[in-house]
């Protein structure tokens, strides 16, 4: 009997979204709902384990905490790359490692989702309806604002398609965005910048790398209007966030709307807990019922292929 355990499951409903009784008496399966962080402590729990179902990219697993554990034969992941795992060191180990596809519309809409909380205050006029009062701010209108998008790929081309829905001014900036590219999605190239500068809405969609961690740095944001509001829904380092955070606490620009961290699950003593010019939200980019759906659906299908000695969605094949 195999055991594979499902990591990172906060809601507790990996089960629910697939057919595991498929896999019954040849897989044992565990549900973990919290996170380890300490290394030592990941390596104990998992020790027992042959497979392991990973949510994205919540738990690292680097080549010392593959190393330390004998019993691993499969890790499935939702997406078809996870950049917190060493997929090379996995195969060299002997481990295989599928991905998923993934619903790709889910994070662009979360987007427009803070970014509506923020420009009409949301959150906080929620709050003061429940606590017995009325009209305590004064919304910004999208319509003729310029919207900034730093990273043009396949999450920041329909988040510019829906500002342009709110007769938005689109400009996007990356390190590798050319006038053609930029062309085809209709929307202006500008320097970073000049994007930075000039934008009220700036929200970033790329993919961490080492070439990307930290693209916004202090004096990036400092070059921010005072009116501006800033958003991320992809990795948190790519902001400097000790920067974003000083910047928030001086109000330097008039706020941010965040749903990745450094560090996650977020620390409950985190300022980004209590800055009242923030919308916070828990990583829920690519939470969605249509998303676990496919991706649990297709974690069972990938243990069930590999158990026939026929891995399919393989990532780490050489």
């Not at 390596?43 to 919540?58: K, Q, T, Y």
């Not at 939702?78 to 950049?83: A, E, L």
């Not at 902001?239 to 109000?251: M, S």
């Not at 996650?264 to 828990?282: G, I, K, M, Q, W």
């Amino acid at each position: 009997m195999y055991k594979a355990a499902i990591l990172d499951d906060y809601q507790n409903v990996g089960l629910q979204y697939a057919d595991w009784q498929s896999l019954a008496g040849e897989v044992e399966v565990t549900v973990f709902t919290d996170h380890l962080f300490d290394e030592s402590a990941i390596a104990e729990r998992l020790a027992e384990f042959h497979i392991l179902v990973l949510n994205r990219e919540r738990t690292p697993f680097p080549r010392t905490l593959l190393e330390r554990l004998p019993n691993l034969k499969l890790m499935t992941t939702s997406g078809m790359y996870n950049r917190s795992t060493d997929m090379d060191g996995a195969r060299e180990l002997g481990i295989d490692m599928c991905g998923t596809e993934m619903r790709s519309a889910a994070t662009p809409e979360l987007t427009w989702g803070l970014i509506l909380s923020l420009a009409r205050q949301i959150p906080k006029e929620d709050r003061n309806v429940r606590e017995g009062r009325w009209q305590g701010t004064v919304g910004v209108g999208l319509a003729g604002k310029t919207l900034g998008i730093i990273g043009l790929g396949k999450l920041g081309t329909p988040v510019a398609r829906i500002g342009q829905a709110f007769e938005m001014d689109v400009a996007a900036w990356s390190p590798n965005l050319t006038q053609e590219r930029a062309d085809e999605a209709g929307v202006r190239c500008v320097d970073k910048d000049t994007l930075m500068a000039n934008s009220d809405f700036i929200t970033l969609h790329m993919p961490l790398s080492e070439r990307s961690r930290g693209i916004l740095q202090a004096d990036d944001l400092a070059k921010m209007k005072k009116t501006a509001f800033l958003i991320n829904t992809s990795r948190g380092p790519l902001i400097d966030e000790a920067a974003l955070i000083n910047a928030l606490q001086a109000e330097a620009f008039a706020g941010a709307g965040l749903d990745v961290y450094d560090v996650e699950p977020l620390p409950a003593d985190h300022p980004f807990r209590s800055l009242e010019n923030t919308v916070v939200t828990p990583h829920l980019g690519y939470v969605s019922r249509g998303t676990y759906e496919v991706s649990f659906a297709q974690g069972v299908e990938n243990i069930a292929a590999w158990l026939k000695g026929a891995p399919i969605r393989l990532i780490n094949g050489a």
